[in-house]
Antibody, heavy 119, light 110 residues
Framework: EKQLAESGGGLVEPGGSLRLSCAVSGFIFTNAWLHWVRQAPGKGLEWVGRIKSRAGGETTDYAAPVKGRFIISRDDSKTTVFLQMNSLKIEDTAVYYC??????????WGQGTLVTVSS | QTVVTQEPSFSVSPGGTVTLTCGLS?????????PSWYQQTPGQSPRTLIY???TRSSGVPDRFSGSILGNKAALTITGAQADDESDYYC??????????FGGGTRLTVL
């Protein structure tokens, strides 16, 4: 069964850091490209970034609002993908979803983890 | 900055057919953007309907179909049902490597 389980969300002050994890099972993880997508309260979906597989050079790309502040990494031995979020802003408050790519799309979704940036 | 455009809202009668579109603020959408479509009901994770323009995700009924219509990607729902009432999002992959979601379309079935 394909499963994705995000963790690590919570309350953080502006300027702080947080690291999200996503445990993935049921996939050939080493071949998987992985995305992070977020959704602010009452708003639409926003693509955050993506990491390719090792065969793809583990290349990362990021949306403009998070580029230079967020870092996506992966640990194939633990079938886990991470989102390191630094210099957090109030506007980063959102539910963060990890997902597995198929056909250059977000194909499978986790349940999401809530990140709240507030003083 | 790339903006992906969608109709903010749409309505369809039960049993009817509706086509939602996904465009670019500058330029045309093509298969090289790998258009994908997502359905989301309040409080739930999104569900992938269509990827790579017209490939249905596993378990998605065939009354959902994707295509390119003119210079936009399109999602057509035939025989609309009450539980199709949801928010629908498209996503496009850009040459730069980034992906961008549209603002979403709220579909009402009435």
């Amino acid at each position: 069964e394909k499963q994705l389980a995000e963790s690590g969300g919570g309350l953080v002050e502006p300027g702080g850091s947080l690291r999200l994890s996503c445990a993935v099972s049921g996939f050939i993880f080493t071949n998987a490209w992985l995305h992070w997508v977020r959704q602010a309260p009452g708003k639409g979906l926003e693509w955050v970034g993506r990491i390719k597989s090792r065969a793809g050079g583990e290349t990362t790309d990021y949306a403009a609002p998070v580029k230079g502040r967020f870092i996506i990494s992966r640990d194939d031995s633990k079938t886990t993908v991470f989102l390191q979020m630094n210099s957090l802003k109030i506007e980063d408050t959102a539910v963060y979803y990890c997902s597995v790519d198929s056909g250059h799309s977000v194909a499978w979704w986790g349940q999401g983890t809530l990140v709240t940036v507030s003083s | 900055q790339t903006v992906v455009t969608q109709e903010p809202s749409f309505s369809v009668s039960p049993g009817g057919t509706v086509t939602l579109t996904c465009g670019l603020s500058s330029g045309s959408v093509s298969t090289s953007h790998y258009p994908s479509w997502y359905q989301q009901t309040p409080g739930q994770s999104p569900r992938t309907l269509i990827y790579s323009t017209n490939t249905r995700s596993s378990g998605v009924p065939d009354r959902f179909s994707g295509s390119i219509l003119g210079n936009k990607a399109a999602l057509t729902i035939t025989g609309a049902q009450a539980d199709d009432e949801s928010d629908y999002y498209c996503m496009l992959c850009m040459d730069s490597g980034i992906s961008v979601f549209g603002g979403g379309t709220r579909l009402t079935v009435l």
